[in-house]
């Protein structure tokens, strides 16, 4: 890691374009105009957050002995947040502007002034970012509920029952993906800060003393899963929170950070919650929450050690690291280098043109294909245009079938980031294609190809 400070290869607005361009992610209610710093993922865009999903599933949980998953609700007994803390705590100071009444979080106002109109600013007060809804029929306060700002708390509520039923050992942690909801005042930067996102947390369990062990276990492990995924190390690192900046809950926290374009920003943060909510809910609920450590014969409250990850705030950084422009003859050549395994389409299928003889062999070819990854077929224009088209959704191969192919059975294969090129017998175009997304070289996965 280096202290590299300046913005990295591509601004927002190209990225927010080539998004919407491709299909990758929409404004959200767009033709009602819009509803602020709500996102739609299109086509592309759920297959890449599919796929960074599959793959923080894959590393945490599949790969891991010392890990189960949960899917809770969002909506939970309102006490869970009074407990929590958040219905005291979770809030942002708020300033409004006296002239405009824009309203914004403190720490995005610099010279004392309105951001916008340079009026004249109100005292700041909390505002709480929690969406508060009603559950039944009534609508009044002993009916409100809240969308959970966070996931973390349907694991900790449910600490008991997995326990029990899993039958874990301490170290081990609870993985849970979901939508997390908060009246952000000012969101912004695309899909970085919205009012509704997806979160990838963990809730790692373990007995107090050995926390900070862990700790420092998950701060390089979490590292380690964004550069593994083709994020160039130097554009990550960690920032070490500040007294005054800790959560409510946490004894310790570092994020990890992006280089955003616009600067460094936490893509994920890493917390030692301690026994903060365990005990929090076990005096709330009246419910013990706790472990029966056979070492010592007592009951303990384990510490936790939270990683929590965006998957909107991943989605972008892989988008940006990937985003690359070259300049050859025809132009300038856009790629996105996503790692096979987050790219949304694995294979383009390109006859060469819609000759009579080629189409059939070209849609039996993408119909074999199909059951095994996402594909695109594409015989509109020159096979030159199709091959951009597909760099710069990110597609790592293409198979172009030629006139040729009709004699000998066999293929293209390009490759989009070496643009290399091997003929293969359409009889082990499978096993090729996922030789090369396990990661082997062309030759290894093709041996008496050419
Ligand atoms: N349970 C701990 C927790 O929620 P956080 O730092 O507030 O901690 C964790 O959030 C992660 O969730 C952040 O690092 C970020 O990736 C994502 N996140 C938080 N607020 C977000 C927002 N408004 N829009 C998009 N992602 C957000």
Redesign the pocket.
Known sequence: MTDKTSPGKVDMDKMVSLCKRRGYIFQSSEIYGGLGSCWDYGPLGVELKRNIKDAWWKTNVQEREDMVGLDSAIIMHPQIWVASGHVEGFSDPLVECKNCHLRWRTDAITEGKCSSCGGELTEPRMFNLMFRTFMGPVEEQASTVYMRP?T?QGIFVNFSNVLTTSRKKLPFGIAQIGKAF?N?IT?GNFI???RE?E?M?IEYFVKPGNDEKWFNFWLEERLNWYIKLGIDKDHLKLRHHGEDELAHYARDCYDIEYLFPMGWA????I?NRGEFDLQRHSLSSGRALNYFDEETGQNITPFVI?P???V??STLAFLLDAYEEEQDKEGIRVILHLHPSLAPVKVAVLPLSRNEKLVPLSREIWSRLRSSWMTQYDDAQSIGRRYRRQDEIGTPFCVTIDFQSLEDNAVTVRERDSMQQIRVPIDNLKAVIAAKLAGEAFEEANPGGS
Do not use: K, T, V
């Open positions: 966070e973390a908060r952000e969101p970085f800060r919205s996102f979160q947390e936490e893509l994920e943060g917390a939270e929590s990850a965006g909107d705030r």
